[in-house]
């Protein structure tokens, strides 16, 4: 039947994938169940499972970050990632799903849900990872496998082999035919399925699938070709070859179904991982491994063993103290090695081939690094999804503002998703939704004690004019001794939008000492910092004119603030306006949702610039638009609501647009209340 787990030397990473509800975790719970490396199996419901152990994760009932796990089956040693459904958290497991060595993509026997796993094989197909898809909830489907599989089908580049046919009584799935073996079994709760007789009124549907699933295998095997043109019947052990082969060169795809909690067809999917799907060795070869090399997957940071760095050894074994470089040209030194098993570590002995472990307290190595021995692997292209949320945060104790900052810079070290900068005042945190930045403001408190206010961030309107304006601009002071006095005139005038600010002087006669031109300058820009309507002051051209100057009480400060006064006067008179930030908008979306994203953007004051197909994506639109930015609050969640949680887009900055109206005079006389 195929390779024997002894022909695999060292440990299997299977990265569990899949959209958000799918029964991930469910399914980790199962297989861990199933082979017997725990007693009982966890319910995310009743927030007793191995994975998803975070406070964040049992309040919202679905994982916030990856959950690394292990097993032994038969002699075999594997190790699981079980990735974040929630695009919301997908940069969490994109290095440890990077250097698996097959994926399992988890997804609904509902056809009309297919769609949702589109992001998932897109992902592995164009990283080119090994994997399979399991139907999970096979007890509760009622729409049709074929229909299912047609619904799939589009949604990657490689072939679906169906592996199985479902065997129904009353409408309801209770067993399968294994297409390979020919043989009928059927589920049992809880334990293995029971090999039955062939069901006669299935017989001619299995022939066909059958013989579907054997024409599928010889596209790429001319021996087995010839034996079905010759209507010879092959040998099971050439199916199993080829099946194997299919998976481990990515040539097509394994569809298996089962229930996760009722725990069916778990034995089957644990055989397919053992016989099917590759090892650590082709992983190596196909990520460049010529030494010994282990890769950071994720940084965690704990109270326990502190900072833990979760990596794979590739190409070779690691033991604990040893000196190794990374790839960013550190030295440093393995810590204790740890095997992982949800929220609880065991000490290892060292890590082994394949192996996915965590290295405590090794401080110059960061995530997504190659270590070990010369040449070192290239670094693995991981595609960042666009971070478009961003939420104003500031501790509720203002004593804590130096443990905000160190325990910002470790959830940002967990998670790649997050960032953090400094715009309009205001200490920004930057991530992938809303969602997103609530759980990491959940996180800040309950792992590290910084409690958090968050809030939409300030909106950077900017003002400018409409008309040239000349105007003076006088400081006079006398208070005994020197005084002050500094008196200039100055042209205003707007610039094309975009175009910036210029200043320049065409003062005669020295009625304005060179000296104090400059101080001028800077008056005129200390005005602009904040405009008439209450914003910075952009697009606008000053040009010095003329002044008068006293040889005693004139200085750099006096002309510094006439310089203030003529220009805020000469703002006042040049018919300020307003401007507000517009954003280009890329969306991405399933062409079927196409229609009520452009009718929810209108409504948020968009402005349609193209839509057209998604290059590579059958089905799925490219939406091009503009928005203001004081309407990009809530975009992703409402985006999201319109296509069963498919689209997503990027934003960038494209222009100031003129605000005009009732709405610019809300914004003017908002900016304008007094501060709490």
Avoid: C
């Amino acid at each position: 039947m195929g390779r024997v787990a002894g022909e695999i030397v060292g440990d299997t990473l299977i990265a569990l994938v899949g959209p958000a509800g799918a029964g991930k975790t469910s399914l980790a719970e199962a297989l861990l169940h199933t082979a017997g490396a725990i007693s009982r199996r966890g319910k995310v419901e009743d927030g007793n499972t191995i994975g998803d152990a975070s406070p964040e994760a049992r309040s919202r009932g679905g994982s916030t970050e990856s959950n690394f796990l292990h097993f032994d089956y038969h002699d075999q040693h594997f190790a699981i990632v079980d990735a974040p459904g929630s695009p919301s958290f997908s940069e969490d497991a994109a290095r440890a799903v990077a250097v698996a060595d097959l994926a399992i993509v988890v997804v609904d026997p509902d056809p009309g849900r297919a769609v949702l796993a589109a992001p998932a094989l897109r992902m592995l197909d164009e990283q080119g990872i090994p994997h399979l898809i399991f139907v999970n909830r096979i007890d509760q489907a009622h729409g049709s496998i074929r229909d299912l599989l047609k619904a799939l089908q589009p949604l990657t580049v490689s072939p679906l082999i169906a592996r199985q046919l479902p065997i129904r009584e009353n409408d309801k799935i209770t067993g399968f035919v294994d297409l390979a073996l020919e043989r009928a079994y059927s589920y049992r709760i809880g334990k293995a399925s029971e090999q039955i007789e062939m069901p006669e009124d299935i017989s001619e549907d299995e022939v066909e699938a059958r013989n579907h699933m054997l024409e599928q295998l010889a596209d790429h095997d001319d021996r087995l070709l010839e034996q079905l043109l010759m209507d010879e019947t092959p040998e099971d052990r050439r199916i199993f070859e080829d099946l194997h082969h299919e998976t481990e060169d990515n040539l097509g795809v394994s569809v298996l179904f089962g229930s996760a909690t009722g725990e069916w067809g778990i034995r089957r999917l644990l055989k397919a991982l053992r016989h099917d799907g590759p090892g650590p060795d082709v992983t190596a070869r196909r990520l460049g491994v010529e030494k010994r090399a282990i890769y950071a997957a994720k940084t965690h940071h704990g109270n326990a063993v502190g900072r833990l760095t979760i990596a794979r050894a590739l190409g070779g074994s690691f033991e604990e103290g040893e000196e190794i470089s990374t790839a960013g040209g550190a030295r440093v030194r393995l810590g204790s090695i740890l095997s992982l098993q949800g929220g609880g570590q065991e000490k290892a002995d060292g890590a082994r081939n394949g192996q996915l472990v965590g290295v405590a307290k090794v401080d110059d190595w960061k995530s997504g690094e190659w270590a070990g021995d010369a040449p070192l692997p290239p670094p693995i292209e991981i595609v960042k999804p666009a971070r478009n949320a961003r939420m104003a945060i500031a501790p509720r104790d203002r004593k804590d503002d130096v443990r905000l900052s160190s325990a910002l810079a470790k959830i940002i070290e967990e998670d790649a998703g997050l960032g953090v900068t400094q715009e309009e005042g205001q200490l920004i945190l930057i991530g992938m939704s809303d969602e997103h930045l609530n759980t990491a403001l959940q996180r800040l408190e309950q792992r590290y004690g910084v409690a958090v206010n968050g809030q939409q961030p300030n909106i950077p309107y900017r003002e400018s004019i409409r008309k040239p304006v000349t105007q003076r601009g006088r400081h006079k002071k006398q208070s005994g001794g020197h005084g002050q006095f500094g008196d200039v005139v100055i042209e205003v005038r707007p610039l094309a939008r975009g175009e910036g600010f210029r200043f320049d002087e065409q003062v005669k006669g020295g009625n304005v000492p060179k000296q104090y031109i400059p101080a001028v300058e800077a008056g005129v820009k200390d005005a602009m910092t904040k405009g008439p309507l209450g914003f910075p002051v952009v697009d606008v051209a000053v040009t010095l004119l003329d002044g008068s100057y006293h040889s005693v009480d004139s200085s750099e400060l006096a002309f510094r603030t006439a310089g203030r006064v003529a220009m805020q006067e000469a703002l006042e008179a040049a018919k300020p306006h307003l401007l507000e930030p517009m954003h280009r908008l890329t969306i991405t979306a399933p062409n079927a949702s196409s229609s009520r994203i452009g009718s929810s953007l209108a409504s948020r004051r968009g402005q349609m610039l193209g839509m057209m197909p998604r290059d590579g994506w059958e089905d799925w639109d490219r939406i091009d638009m503009l928005l203001p930015a004081s309407e990009l609050d809530g975009l992703d969640a409402e985006l999201r609501s319109l296509s069963q949680g498919l689209a997503s887009y990027e934003a960038e900055f494209d222009h100031l647009a003129d605000v005009n109206g009732a709405l610019a005079d809300r914004i003017v006389a908002r900016e304008r209340e007094p501060a709490d």
